[in-house]
């Protein structure tokens, strides 16, 4: 498969499962933090499909959330089956990351600099 076909793939996957992580309602998920897909990673064959989430509250709750995630990922999986018309779709593998929390410190580091 072309790379830009392959970008195109992976940018929809993202856009898609936004929209799908809203409808969940598993509490884990929507919970006391607002979570956000950092970076989707589909492999070549479109087997696998990693997803990094990150909280605004902290790791903790971005891992609840991915356990949250991985007991919905069925019903997440079936969703993305239906909205983007793909042969094969890909397991969703996913992980939590602090990315969000980490760009927030630094933000916060380079604010108290110009003081």
Same mark, same amino acid.
């Given at each position: ?38 970076r989707v990673e589909v492999t070549n064959d479109l087997s696998y499909c990693t997803v990094y989430i ?5 790791? =903790?709750?971005?891992? #609840?959330?991915? &356990?949250? !995630? ?6 997440i999986r079936r969703e993305l089956g239906h909205q983007l018309k793909l042969r094969h779709v890909p ?9 969000? =929390?980490?760009?927030? #410190?630094?933000? &916060?580091? !380079? ?5």
């Amino acid at each position: 498969m072309p790379s830009h076909r392959m970008g195109r793939t992976t940018e929809d996957i993202r856009r898609e499962l936004t929209a799908i992580l809203r409808e969940v309602k598993d509490p884990r998920v929507q919970g006391n933090g607002m979570i956000s897909i950092v970076r989707v990673e589909v492999t070549n064959d479109l087997s696998y499909c990693t997803v990094y989430i990150s909280s605004m509250t902290g790791m =903790e709750h971005a891992q #609840n959330a991915v &356990k949250g !995630l991985k007991s919905a990922a069925g019903f997440i999986r079936r969703e993305l089956g239906h909205q983007l018309k793909l042969r094969h779709v890909p397991e969703l593998i996913f992980k939590a990351t602090d990315s969000i =929390e980490y760009s927030a #410190n630094i933000s &916060k580091i !380079l604010n108290d600099l110009k003081e």
